[in-house]
């Protein structure tokens, strides 16, 4: 995903992933084009730092972060494009064999937009009914994502995380 000041994607090696942000412009075309040329890259001065949201953690990229295609002796981190992350897609009604806060992608069309509200933790959150041709469930924005999902259209959500909250499955 990728808005008109940050890129956003996930970094990976053979054992995890960990979110990426790149703060500003020169270093979103940079990412872009690693991206596409599916190129290794090593990154020095980068900040590492919890997800405001999420707590977990994630790497900022910023001003003086320098990033260069690696050299093969270099211990890299391939940019995965975040339109073809996830697992095949599962569908609502089987929500339920998906293990506690399991990543998951879903193929789903929104059917109703609540108000966003501030919970009492003090972040903002928004909830969403969506839907597919088995089931529906909510779906829960906070804090930078409220808003980016419209009414009547359908999404492919890559590496949702599902939960349960008194008794209904949650993403």
């Known amino acids: 995903m990728e808005s008109e000041s940050c ?51 994630q790497v900022i990229i910023k001003s003086y972060t320098v990033l260069e295609a690696a050299n093969c002796k270099d211990q890299t981190l391939h940019i995965l494009d975040p339109n073809t992350i996830g697992s095949p897609i599962t569908s609502i009604k089987e929500l339920h064999t998906i293990e506690e806060y399991g990543r998951l992608t879903l193929q789903v069309a929104v059917i109703k937009v609540d108000e966003s509200r501030r919970v009492s933790t003090g972040k903002v959150k928004q909830e969403l009914t969506v839907a597919d041709e088995t089931d529906n469930t909510i779906l829960t924005l906070w804090e930078q994502d409220i808003d980016m999902l419209e009414n009547g259209k359908s999404y492919q959500l890559n590496r949702v995380q599902m939960h349960t909250y008194s008794g209904k499955y949650i993403i």
């Not at 020169?26 to 890259?41: A, G, S």
């Open 7 to 57: 890129f956003y994607g996930e970094l990976c090696d053979e054992t995890s992933v960990i979110p990426l942000v790149a703060l500003d412009k020169h270093h979103r075309d940079t990412l872009d084009v690693y991206l596409k040329k599916k190129t290794q890259v090593t990154i020095k001065n980068c900040q590492i730092a919890s997800n405001k949201t999420t707590g977990r953690p």
